[in-house]
């Protein structure tokens, strides 16, 4: 899944492809690529910076983080991308400095590639909630005997008493 850079030559090119959900190996535990992934994109060439706009598509299936249910996300994540040949004198000094905007949105190439599985993974990441849930309404498992509470209900009994005020329990019951 690499763009080979050398084979740019027009200032301004269009991208599009579709890569097998397979192709994709994310942690498991963060999501899995369900469904074919499209990637379309301009690429604008100017001397050794390329700057890619576009989209990439999917679905996602994500675990319920009350639940753990898995669920599938739709995707439709849009960047803006500058990219800039490696150097070591950019990326390796020790010296310092603040976080530009610029630097949110610039990332490096080497031997004239970029890697586009990268990209779209960098993207399938953004694109996720930080508290992902199956629906809004998720009642999540229950913290006594992990019954998942979407599809029943149980018997624990969900009163907690703080231990810390029993002292203050047994004045009341004494007067």
Known sequence: MRLDLSK?????????????????SVDPESFRVVT?????FE??????????TGT???????????????FTWPVE?????????????VS???VEREIEEDDLTTAFYENEEIDLGELMQEQFFLSVPMKPLCKVDCRGLCPDCGI???????GCTREW????LAVLKTLKSEN
Do not use: M, W
């Open 8 to 24: 740019i030559h027009a200032q301004t090119e269009h991208f599009e492809k579709v890569f097998e959900a397979g192709a994709f």
């Open 36 to 40: 074919p992934v499209a990637l379309t």
């Open 43 to 52: 690429i604008v060439k100017d001397k050794q910076q390329f700057r890619l």
């Open 56 to 70: 990439t598509k999917t679905v996602l299936e994500l675990a319920c983080s009350r639940c753990l249910e898995p």
């Open 77 to 89: 994540a849009a960047f803006d991308l500058r990219y800039q040949p490696h150097s070591p004198a």
């Open 92 to 94: 390796g000094g020790s």
């Open 148 to 154: 998942n509470l979407n599809r029943s209900t149980c």
């Open 161 to 164: 008493t703080d231990p810390r």
